[in-house]
Nanobody, 119 residues
Framework: QVQLVESGGGLVQAGGSLRLSCSVS????????MGWYCQAPGKQRELVAT???????NYADSVKGRFTISRDNAKNTVYLQMNSLKPDDTAVYYC?????????????WGQGTQVTVSS
């Protein structure tokens, strides 16, 4: 059974920083893309950032220059460094991992961590 465990959310003032972490555990052959998505109240879940297994990254326009995604393949962990936070960044942040089990790739999600940015 594969589990994604997130940590690092919380309440921060505008302009502040947070670092989210997501660790993947279980009987994993390998992990392909990993990413972070967010969902604000009344809105659909949307992409924040993704990173491939070899480190190529992709960001939503709204977070470019403020957020940095990284991963530690030895620890099966992905991080999201969030700087210069804005109230509009307030949302539940979900970790995603495309995990290879034997020969098939499966999509897994974390339970979500709340990020609240006060003005």
């Amino acid at each position: 059974q594969v589990q994604l465990v997130e940590s690092g959310g919380g309440l921060v003032q505008a302009g502040g920083s947070l670092r989210l972490s997501c660790s993947v555990s279980g009987s994993i052959f390998s992990i392909n893309d990993m990413g972070w998505y967010c969902q604000a109240p009344g809105k659909q879940r949307e992409l924040v950032a993704t990173i491939t297994s070899d480190g190529s990254t992709n960001y939503a326009d709204s977070v470019k220059g403020r957020f940095t995604i990284s991963r530690d393949n030895a620890k099966n962990t992905v991080y999201l460094q969030m700087n210069s936070l804005k109230p509009d960044d307030t949302a539940v942040y979900y970790c995603n991992a495309r995990v290879v089990l034997s020969i098939y790739e499966y999509d897994y999600w974390g339970q979500g961590t709340q990020v609240t940015v006060s003005s």
